[in-house]
């Protein structure tokens, strides 16, 4: 069983930074498709961000050249910089990690962003 930590979420005002990070158990960081997903009030979960096991990363437009995905595998962290950020991108963040090899998932417990205008 894999655990996600993920910590750095907060109030910031519309304009500003923060970075979330998201911290793993276990020794397969490395082979893991690590993802960013946000689900604000009444929506869907979608996903922010995306880096597979290799760095190739992944960007839906609303987030592409403000958000930025990171990961270290020694250090088994992902990180999430987001810039420029806006009172739309308010939402619970959760870190994902997707073994492709035995099909498994494993989210985080999710950490709050609030954006203020």
């Known amino acids: 069983q894999v655990q996600l930590v993920e910590s750095g979420g907060g109030l910031v005002q519309a304009g500003g930074s923060l970075r979330l990070s998201c911290a793993a158990s276990?020794?397969?960081?490395?082979?893991?498709?690590m993802g960013w997903y946000r689900q604000a009030p009444g929506k869907q979960r979608e996903l922010v961000a995306a880096?597979?096991?290799?760095?190739?990363?992944n960007y839906p437009d609303s987030v592409k050249g403000r958000f930025n995905v990171s990961r270290d595998n020694a250090k088994s962290t992902v990180w999430l910089q987001m810039n420029s950020l806006k009172p739309e991108d308010t939402a619970v963040y959760y870190c994902?990690?997707?073994?492709?090899?035995?099909?498994?998932?494993?989210w985080g417990q999710g950490t709050q962003v609030t954006v203020s205008s």
């Open positions: 994902n990690a997707k073994d492709l090899i035995l099909l498994k998932v494993y």
């Open positions: 276990g020794s397969l960081f490395s082979l893991y498709t």
């Open positions: 880096i597979t096991s290799r760095g190739t990363t």
